[in-house]
């Protein structure tokens, strides 16, 4: 079976281009600087006016399958992917079981080869206890262990300083750590509620999650990892100081322009800022805390300069009555999986970055930075994962919310593009708003 997507404005590591592209069956087989090349094609693609990009790879998501699926369930959460241009994504260790044994990670990974309709892998957790297991993983199929240098939902904080150094000492995986300090957070909560009660305003959350709680964990995390030559991922950065870290050259990753020490941004710290929880109240309530607007312009200017490597969404969807509350009885986490693309491509049209560096962010860096085998890039060979974008302008409705909670921070927002096509190994998964349920994705593999 062949397809051409023909007239494309084809947008792939760093470059921009009038062509089009041959899928034969589930691979790339020819990317072409002729917009419509002749021979006999099972389908052509009119992707006139359109942006043609890598499926996007979000390597920080919270798809709540195991045990907390009254929340989301793979396959609701890679439905809602895939409406946002994400063909592969890594999901995160706290469910219920946590992801911290390997039978454990290969329950998750039966469950996503029946359900999923993207590509997927799975962080293993670290815990105070599990260090010994961490050397001897699966690297052809793990991405990283998750390290948790502060609590968060799930409770799978690693607070032992001698298991820390055992981690970073051994792990020759990506780590990629959740860094707040713990005893900062509990002294200003502790504060609060004696100034504000038991459930403290939401206002009050990027105070006691604060920007000293996130510095403090962050740097303690980077020394860890220089100390022992250790491969670090730090996620979602939410503070303009804790950019600093990050800044200047290392040792590289794959031959790549990598430091071994990176670090991600994600959008709700790209989009929001404490402005708006008087707008959106608990709806933003996240973990690092959504903080200043210094913070988010820094973090938006960090996109370009290379000390910030990858983006991604932190999807964490739950019930809307788990969002009512304070500080304390809100939920953190939002359903954002949907929305990443379509938010940056509203970056790129305020002038905060590129398209051509969108792609690198959200594409091409994650397959570099993991390792991913075969994706991440329009290549011929490749797997034939890829986003058709139009300039189509649309509102977030609650009927187009593809997520099993059903609502989104994003309701009433205005978006610019749209994603109008989504291929995932070859298999025309969304087309104008049809799905085919039927498509099931891969599982990813790796070259650590």
Aim: with cysteine; proline share 6%; charged share 20%.
């Amino acid at each position: 079976m062949s397809s051409l997507i023909a007239h494309a404005t084809i947008v792939d590591d760093g470059r921009r281009h009038i062509g089009s592209i041959v899928i034969d069956g589930d691979h790339i087989s020819q990317v072409l600087d002729h917009p419509d090349p002749p021979g006999h094609f099972d389908h052509r693609y009119d992707a006139s006016g359109c942006l043609v990009v890598p499926g996007v790879i979000d390597t920080h998501v919270h798809f709540r399958e195991p045990g907390l699926t009254t929340k989301a369930d793979i396959g609701s959460e890679s439905r809602a992917a895939a409406y946002g241009g994400v063909t592969t994504y890594f999901d995160m260790p706290n469910t219920v079981p946590q992801t911290v044994t390997p039978e454990a990670h290969s329950d998750k990974m039966r469950r996503a080869r029946e359900s999923s309709h993207v590509n997927y892998a799975f962080f293993f957790g670290a815990t105070n206890d599990n260090a010994d297991l961490l050397p001897h993983l699966d690297t052809r199929h793990i991405p990283g262990v998750k390290l948790f240098m502060g609590s968060s939902t799930g409770n799978m904080l690693v607070d032992s300083d001698d298991a820390l150094r055992r981690i970073f000492s051994t792990v020759r995986l990506p780590i990629v750590a959740h860094c707040e300090d713990s005893a900062t957070i509990e002294a200003a909560m502790q504060a609060a509620i004696a100034r504000y009660g038991d459930d403290p305003p939401v206002s009050l959350h990027p105070a006691i999650r604060s920007a000293e709680a996130c510095l403090k964990s962050t740097t303690k995390a980077v020394a860890l990892a220089r100390e022992y030559g250790a491969r670090l991922h730090v996620a979602h950065l939410s503070t303009a100081a804790e950019l600093q870290l990050f800044e200047g050259a290392a040792p590289t990753v794959h031959g790549e322009t990598f430091p071994l020490i990176t670090a991600e941004a994600v959008i709700a710290h790209l989009m929001f800022t404490d402005a708006d929880y008087e707008r959106l109240g608990a709806l933003i309530k996240c973990n690092p805390a959504v903080k200043t607007a210094s913070d988010r312009d820094a973090l938006r200017r960090a996109l370009t300069t290379g000390v910030v490597s990858t983006v991604a969404t932190d999807h964490a969807p739950h019930c809307r009555n788990e969002k009512e509350g304070g500080c304390r009885r809100a939920a953190s986490g939002m359903p954002m999986v949907q929305f990443s693309l379509p938010c940056m491509m509203e970056l790129a049209d305020e002038g905060w970055l590129t398209v051509e560096q969108v792609v690198t962010l959200m594409c091409n860096n994650p397959a570099r930075l993991f390792g991913i085998e075969g994706r991440g890039f329009l290549r011929p060979g490749y797997k034939a994962d890829l986003v058709v974008l139009s300039p189509t302008p649309w509102t977030v409705t609650p009927d187009l919310i593809q997520s099993r909670c059903g609502w989104s921070p994003l309701t009433g927002h205005r978006f610019g593009w749209q994603v109008r096509d989504t291929f995932c190994n070859g298999h025309h998964l969304l087309g104008r708003g049809h799905f085919d349920a039927s498509v099931r994705g891969e599982a990813i593999t790796f070259s650590h």
